[in-house]
């Protein structure tokens, strides 16, 4: 069971517009193609291939042999005390592989980009989308970046880390995948302490069963990703016991020792340990998306910020003018951020989370169904939002309550 004070606002809307502005110019999509020393040859692979119906097997040997070639010629800079051991050597190439297979999709044609404000992420934090259907959640671009605000409070297992969005991609009919990001709080990572640094990864991909929940979702999930990791287990001891009673271990004339069932009851074991994060990590995210089918405003920024007169046409062009400054800013490499949730607090609901003198609750929000019409043929995705009572009198005390079932119970 996992309980979470309701984090802090910094201190003003200018500020945390600030933040986010900051930010804007070092997303995970950004970061990974200037710092990841991967990046470059997994853009050409991405490059020789179509996305239309999936992945294919031969994109994916690919992307792996481009990764294990730059990983391979990245430690060889350093001496072997400095290199990762074996135990991590799995977890940075599956996190690597995952990572590039969402980052090289969106350099090459899904560059979109949806920010989440800091007050809204407040909000969000107090508001239950169990209940509502996953199938009713509507996507606004077939994969795209969802970008978190700083100082969110969640972070993936490992080491000292901040989750920093998340890949959404739903162009497999049928199945939602997800890729939640992190950046080292501890290091900043460059292509010259590469991989002794690196950056983790949270990957879902499920199938969408029929009436499922948004909660059902969430909880198959983790529970899928404990199975996964148990399965590989149960695997390589199969394998060493082959290999022992086989006839290269009777030749040996003594036990042959392979660490990979050792490797991965620790993969496990941390997986295990992070879940609570995880768990709360991917919960956000489900609100998030949930909140995106409901009636919201966007505002549109780009990062990096465009020169002066792509500006004032992206922002107030014609039409054509718009469309032409569109395809200019995508050939810069300038990414459109739609922002969502800026402004969305009162004055007073402002004044309530950043005066810390007395603590006030939330009545918790959720995100439900609502049919019109007094039918059930026509329904709208709403968003009751939470409500702090006494607002008027200090920042509201609130807790999150996440229980973990593990599939062995």
């Not at 590039?100 to 508001?127: G, M």
């Not at 060493?240 to 290269?248: H, M, S, T, V």
């Not at 295990?272 to 919201?296: F, I, R, W």
Request: glycine letters at 6%; aromatic letters at 8%.
């Amino acid at each position: 069971m996992l309980i979470r004070k309701l984090p802090r606002l910094d201190t003003t809307p200018v500020a945390n517009y600030a933040l986010m502005m900051h930010r804007f110019n070092d997303l995970n999509p950004s970061r990974w193609r200037r710092d990841n020393p991967q990046a470059k040859g997994c853009l050409a692979v991405a490059s020789r291939y179509t996305h239309s119906g999936g992945p294919s097997g031969a994109f994916f040997e690919e992307m792996n042999e481009a990764i294990m070639h730059g990983y391979n010629r990245a430690i060889m800079r350093f001496s072997r005390e400095e290199r990762p051991d074996s135990s991590a050597f799995m977890n940075i190439a599956n996190s690597e592989m995952t990572l590039a297979l969402y980052a090289s999709a969106f350099w090459r044609s899904f560059r979109n980009v949806i920010a989440v404000d800091p007050e809204l992420i407040t909000l969000l934090e107090q508001t239950n989308a169990d209940d509502l259907p996953l199938s009713v959640i509507r996507y606004p671009f077939p994969l795209f970046f969802v970008a978190f605000p700083p100082e969110n409070g969640l972070s993936l297992p490992g080491p000292e880390n901040e989750v920093d969005g998340v890949y959404v991609d739903t162009r497999m009919e049928g199945y939602l995948q997800l890729c939640i990001t992190c950046r080292r709080t501890d290091r900043i990572l460059s292509k010259r302490n590469y991989p002794r640094v690196v950056e983790r990864t949270f990957a879902v991909a499920n199938s969408v069963l029929e009436a499922e929940t948004v909660g059902g979702f969430v909880k198959r999930a983790v529970d899928e990703k404990i199975e996964e990791l148990i399965a590989s287990s149960d695997t390589w001891n199969d394998v060493a016991n082959e290999i022992q009673q086989g006839e290269f271990g009777a030749a040996a004339k003594e036990a042959v020792v392979t660490v990979a069932p050792e490797n991965n009851l620790r993969r496990i074991d941390d997986v295990e340990e992070g879940l609570p994060s995880a768990l709360k990590a991917l919960g956000l995210v489900m609100n998030v998306l949930s909140y995106l089918s409901t009636d919201h405003g966007t505002a549109t920024d780009y990062s990096p910020q465009p020169p002066l007169r792509l500006a004032q046409k992206l922002h107030s062009g014609t039409d054509r003018q718009r469309k032409a400054a569109r395809e200019d800013a995508a050939r810069l490499g300038i990414i459109p951020i739609h922002v969502v949730g800026r402004g969305i607090l009162t004055d007073e609901e402002r004044k309530a989370l950043t005066d810390r003198t007395v603590r006030p609750h939330w009545r918790r929000g959720h995100i439900r169904r609502v049919w019109m019409d007094g039918g059930r043929e026509r329904y709208e995705v709403r968003w009751i939002r939470p409500v702090i009572v006494n607002r008027h009198v200090g920042e509201p005390e609130g807790t999150h309550v996440h229980t973990i079932v593990s599939p062995a119970t």
